[in-house]
């Protein structure tokens, strides 16, 4: 199996959650336009947390990974504490065995190409 690494953490090591399982969540944050470098520098300091995605209007998709799915709520709301955070909606969950996990990144990759993400409207 190969060893899975984000940011730091090691997801094999049975110390750093609920035994083999990688949760990953999609957020949409909307943060004021003018906080964006403020959030965007808390989230490089959160081993867990990438902005995979944001826009000028302060609307940012963030990917949050972590091996305790209690962690997710608890982020959450760490973010929404965040100065100029105007809310965070968790829009993608899943759990996924980590026996599992390089299969399934190989099937979303071969995908990736053809399913753009945009950002469009309001929060």
């Not at 049975?14 to 949409?28: E, Q, R, V």
């Not at 990974?65 to 959450?76: R, V, Y």
Request: net charge negative.
């Amino acid at each position: 199996m190969r060893e899975h690494h984000y940011r730091d953490r090691d997801y094999n090591d049975p110390a750093a959650g609920d035994g083999g399982t990688l949760h990953i969540a999609s957020l949409l944050v909307h943060v004021r336009p003018e906080r964006i470098p403020m959030v965007s520098a808390w989230v490089d300091s959160c081993p867990e947390l990438e902005i995979h995605l944001g826009s000028e209007e302060g609307k940012l998709v963030m990917v949050l990974e972590t091996s305790d799915h209690h962690f997710i709520n608890t982020m959450i709301e760490t973010i929404k504490d965040q100065q100029g955070v105007l809310n965070v909606a968790m829009v993608y969950h899943e759990e996924l065995k980590l026996s599992e996990v390089d299969h399934v990144l190989e099937e979303q990759a071969a995908d990736a190409d053809t399913q753009p993400v945009k950002i469009v409207g309001e929060l």
